[in-house]
């Protein structure tokens, strides 16, 4: 050993030291303190379909005292005297209007770790704005100013999602379901201009009473949400498509909705709801998704120039008064996944039910 150590040379030695001071000193400590850093954090979704607008801001905070030092002090989670302002501008790029915010607590916040001096959003009432077909083909920027007199310290753009179709079931006439066919029951539906991420949910109502007391009935509804599908383009017009197959839906049915003997059920129809989401806030919500490792850091992106959080637009389309193909309901009644719950169906002469 003292053969090897004396031919090294000077620099080997100097290098060697270095790297055993540099692996002796390491750190590993989480610092959850730092200087404080305001960060806006900015969550709103434009709605073409609504003559009130909502925003919510709030503010980062990391400060000496650890992040759980401001937890109930209203100044660390808002701006005391923000001022927020909505643009509008032309296809052609001219600004066509600039309206100011006010702030609202008509949402109620819910309850948890941090303040409970109520949950603060900021709102704008545009009359008539629905019935503006040009605002659709606007383009929308929120400016954030520390007051009137000051210039934005942070700002974020989106254009508005133009409204959709749904192609299956259609609204022509009485649609039902199928789940005895081979594809199950379909939706499909047009894409929307501007929108690139779309979700959506089915809802399932029906009707409960107790056996020979039809004025005792009361009415539910256990809701489906569909997978998040990615558009293929920003330009409308294809469509896409999902299907609740009869093997996921009924086994869906057969665990939220509870055994209850002495009660029969009457199906009363399906109603679909669906959403979709501009570009950025499909990419938002595309990397805002768990990572399915311990070691990978979940990647950050945001729209808000100066800032955290996503600005953006939606719109939903609803479609009620779904039924079921007899096939269906039968299946519904009888099938071996379904029949504990006692679904019913009325005959000529009698009611009929899984007994």
């Known amino acids: 050993m003292r053969g090897i150590f004396v031919r090294m040379n ?12 540099g692996f002796i000193s ?27 607008q909502y925003v919510r801001v709030g503010r980062a905070f990391l400060g000496q005292d650890g992040p759980n030092s401001g937890i109930n002090n209203p100044d660390s989670l808002y701006y005391k005297d923000l001022v927020l302002e909505l643009q509008a501008f032309k296809d052609n790029g001219d600004l ?43 383009s929308y920027k929120l400016l954030l100013k520390k007051d009137s007199l000051s210039s934005a310290f942070a700002s974020a753009e989106t254009p508005m999602v133009k409204d959709f179709r749904i192609k299956r079931p259609n609204f022509q006439g009485t649609q039902r379901f199928s789940f005895t066919s081979s594809k199950g029951a379909e939706i499909e539906f047009y894409q929307a201009v501007n929108a690139r991420i779309y979700q959506g949910y ?27 599908t990615i558009g293929s383009s920003l330009n409308g017009g294809s469509y896409l498509s999902t299907s609740l197959s009869y093997e996921s839906y009924y086994t869906f049915l057969s665990e939220v909705i509870p055994v209850k003997p002495g009660y029969m059920r009457f199906f009363r129809g399906f109603s679909i709801h669906l959403t979709a989401g501009s570009d950025d806030l499909a990419t938002y919500i595309s990397v805002s998704q768990p990572s399915n490792t311990i070691l990978q850091d979940p990647p950050f992106f945001t729209n808000v120039e100066n800032g955290a959080g996503i600005f953006a637009s939606r719109v939903g389309l609803d479609r009620p008064n779904i039924g079921l193909t007899s096939a269906s309901i039968d299946s519904l009644i009888f099938g071996r996944m379904t029949c504990p719950l006692r679904f019913a169906k009325a005959s000529f002469l009698d009611t009929l039910t899984c007994n």
């Not at 000077?10 to 001071?21: I, Q």
């Not at 390491?26 to 969550?43: G, H, S």
């Not at 603060?120 to 009432?125: D, F, H, K």
């Open 96 to 138: 066509f209007w600039t309206k100011a915010l006010n702030t609202t607590q008509d949402i109620p916040k819910d309850s948890g770790l941090f303040t409970n001096q109520g949950h603060r959003l900021y709102s704008l009432v545009i009359p008539e704005f629905t019935l503006n077909d040009n605002r659709l083909d606007w």
């Open 202 to 228: 089915v809802d399932f109502l029906y009707m409960e009473m107790p056996d020979g007391a039809q004025n005792d009935s009361t009415r539910h509804s256990v809701r489906y949400f569909l997978p998040y």
């Open 10 to 21: 000077l620099k080997e030695v100097f290098v060697f030291f270095s790297l055993l001071v």
């Open 26 to 52: 390491c750190d590993n400590t989480l610092v959850v303190t730092a200087p404080f850093q305001d960060i806006p954090v900015v969550y709103g979704a434009l709605n073409p379909n609504s003559d009130t």
